[in-house]
């Protein structure tokens, strides 16, 4: 079937939609959505704070190079700067190929990068880790805590108003579904994107949360983006993998689960009272969700640089 709206050859065919799109209209509707998302998510902010410098998680793979393609088509040129903020967990074989797409897209974009990593964080890479500390589960778990202190230490020395990340819809609709399944209705209302400025935490944006990973990978493809199409060496042991798996079953017999499941988080959220003040961490000081240590410290406070 053609295009629904030109009668030209389609790229895709929406199913949770309905829609039939050639690659001209998916394009528009792929920025169109993107940028309509950004903004909301800018403006439940804006009461807050005024957004003149953003960050942007970028990796090379293409969820975030496609958030720093659609940050720079919009933000770019209205007086808003843009910092590209990267990790390194000193992964072999994986993470300083995807930094090198990441450092060639910012340097044909002229946008400034930051590239914090674990050794510099805890002494350690993440393999050195892991074999200092095997952990009881998924490597993920210690990775997520290292990941998210190091972004929020470059957010903050980087003097960031907010940071976009590139989380799709598969991701958030399967971080909703864990949360569910945990019974965790606080976590489930704490979820990016923040609505809320939290003192000593940067409050995280997700332009990409309502289209799913397939779109945003051929929206990668049909722009002709070069972006680092590799799994890490430890994606096989994520917990979360269990979730995608049952998501992409429900989605194949029930399409729309997952925008389902991002609405029904949100109206969850409205209903609730905004989130209690974070304390300090006794320790270092930064955001803790409790009154004691903040998850870093508790894990990682002994190997702390
Ligand atoms: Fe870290 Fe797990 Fe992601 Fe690999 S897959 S970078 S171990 S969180
Ligand atoms: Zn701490």
């Known amino acids: 079937m053609p295009c629904k709206s030109c009668e030209l050859e389609p790229v895709i065919s929406r199913r949770y939609s309905g829609e039939i799109l050639c690659k001209k209209c998916f394009l528009r509707s792929f920025e169109k959505n993107a940028n309509k ?12 704070l005024k957004i003149n410098r953003i960050g942007i998680g970028l990796s090379g793979g293409k969820d975030s190079t496609v958030s720093l393609h659609i940050l720079n088509m919009y933000y770019k040129n209205r007086g808003i700067d843009l910092i590209a903020l990267c990790v390194d967990e000193g992964i072999e074989d994986y993470r300083s ?26 002494g350690m890479t993440l393999e050195e880790l892991l074999r200092k500390n095997p952990p009881a589960g998924s490597p993920c778990s210690p990775c997520g805590v290292l990941r998210r202190r190091s972004l929020n230490n470059m957010a903050k020395s980087t003097n ?5 990340m590139g989380h799709n819809l598969d991701d958030f609709s399967q971080t909703v579904l864990m949360n569910h399944s945990r019974g965790d209705i606080p976590r489930l209302v704490r979820m990016a994107p923040h609505r809320y400025v939290q ?5 995280r944006l997700l332009p990409l949360r309502r289209l799913p990973e397939q779109e945003v990978y051929l929206y990668a493809i049909l722009k002709g983006m070069n972006f680092h199409d590799g799994d890490c060496p430890f ?21 729309g689960t997952r925008h389902s499941l991002l609405n029904g988080m949100e109206k969850i959220r409205a209903n609730s ?5 974070l304390s300090s961490c006794p320790s270092c000081g930064e955001p803790s969700g409790g009154n004691g240590p903040c998850v870093f410290c508790r894990e990682f406070g002994s190997f702390a640089v």
């Open 199 to 203: 003192s000593g935490f940067v409050p």
């Open 37 to 48: 998302e950004l903004r909301t998510q800018i403006n439940h902010l804006s009461s807050e």
């Open 160 to 164: 960031v108003d907010c940071l976009v």
């Open 273 to 277: 009272p905004a989130p209690l003040k």
């Open 97 to 122: 190929e995807s930094l090198d797409y990441a450092k060639k897209y910012c340097s044909d974009l002229g946008v400034e990068i930051r590239i914090s990593s674990y050794k510099e964080l805890i």
């Open 235 to 255: 994606a096989s042991k994520a917990q979360r993998n269990i979730f995608r798996k049952m998501l992409l079953e429900l989605e194949n017999k029930q399409p």
